[in-house]
């Protein structure tokens, strides 16, 4: 079963960069998609980011636009999320995923195997 773990949250003031890291054990992380979502408490998780296979394909969610930025190595099965001019509204619970078939991209169905999340608070 393949295992993701995030890592590289924390607590910031807003404008802030932070980086996150997933990382995965498994051989055949270089062909999936792997997306980025993230839960405020209260809410309901939502799709942030996403990247294909091969780093050819990103997509975001319209409020992060500009500011982040998703990348992958795939030499190292580790998919990044760059956060640059952070903002109140993006605290919250920050998970790595999975997508075998690259299907449903921006919905959590499409996602096969989630990593545990990291935190991100960002005061003002």
């Known amino acids: 079963q393949a295992q993701l773990v995030e890592s590289g949250g924390g607590s910031v003031q807003a404008g802030a960069s932070l980086r996150l890291s997933c990382s995965a054990s498994?051989?055949?992380?270089?062909?999936?998609?792997m997306g980025w979502f993230r839960q405020a408490p209260g809410k309901e998780r939502e799709f942030v980011a996403a990247?294909?296979?091969?780093?050819?394909?990103?997509y975001y969610r319209d409020s992060v636009k500009g500011r982040f930025t998703i990348s992958r190595d795939n030499a190292k099965n580790t998919v990044y999320l760059q956060m640059n001019s952070l903002k109140p509204a993006d605290t919250a619970g920050y998970y790595c995923?999975?997508?075998?078939?690259?299907?449903?991209?921006?919905?959590?169905?499409?996602?096969?195997?989630w990593g545990p999340g990291t935190q991100v608070t960002v005061s003002s």
């Open positions: 995923a999975g997508n075998r078939y690259g299907l449903g991209i921006r919905g959590e169905n499409g996602y096969d195997y």
């Open positions: 498994e051989r055949t992380f270089s062909s999936k998609t």
């Open positions: 990247i294909s296979w091969n780093g050819g394909s990103t």
